[in-house]
């Protein structure tokens, strides 16, 4: 494998009207949708040639969200400010922010759908 493991990300949700207000409050961006058949799709902003893996917001007939074993980190500045724009927007702290030595901080959180993700940065 030449490439970073990951391809793409997608997180469940039920309610996406809740669901897009909670990302786009939190991380400072706008989601727009994609075309798919038979689902509903918000994608985050993604650049194709850029570092990284792009991912969605999905709504789809029976498949839940919460309770899943995969997390998802998103880069941002410094977490403690996501940390406190998820609680304004219906989250919680699951892990307040935290070292991980030369590496940077941590922080995770639970969205209003029940998907715990992380956040990452350096300071």
């Not at 939190?26 to 850029?50: H, K, R, W």
């Not at 917001?57 to 997390?71: E, I």
């Not at 410094?78 to 219906?90: M, N, P, T």
């Not at 030369?102 to 300071?123: C, K, R, W």
Request: aromatic share 10%; net charge negative.
């Amino acid at each position: 494998m030449n490439n970073n493991p990951v391809g793409w990300f997608e997180i469940y949700v039920q309610d996406m009207a809740r669901a897009k207000a909670f990302y786009e409050n939190v991380l400072g961006i706008e989601l727009t949708n994609l075309d798919a058949p038979d689902l509903e799709m918000l994608a985050f902003p993604m650049q194709n040639e850029a570092y990284g893996a792009a991912g969605a917001l999905v709504r789809m007939p029976g498949f839940a969200s919460g309770a899943n074993s995969v997390l998802v980190y998103f880069s941002c500045a410094d977490c403690k400010v996501e940390e406190g724009r998820a609680l304004a927007s219906g989250g919680k702290v699951e892990k307040e922010k935290t070292s991980i030595g030369p590496y940077g901080f941590i922080s995770l959180i639970v969205d209003t759908e029940g998907n715990m993700i992380g956040l990452h940065s350096m300071q």
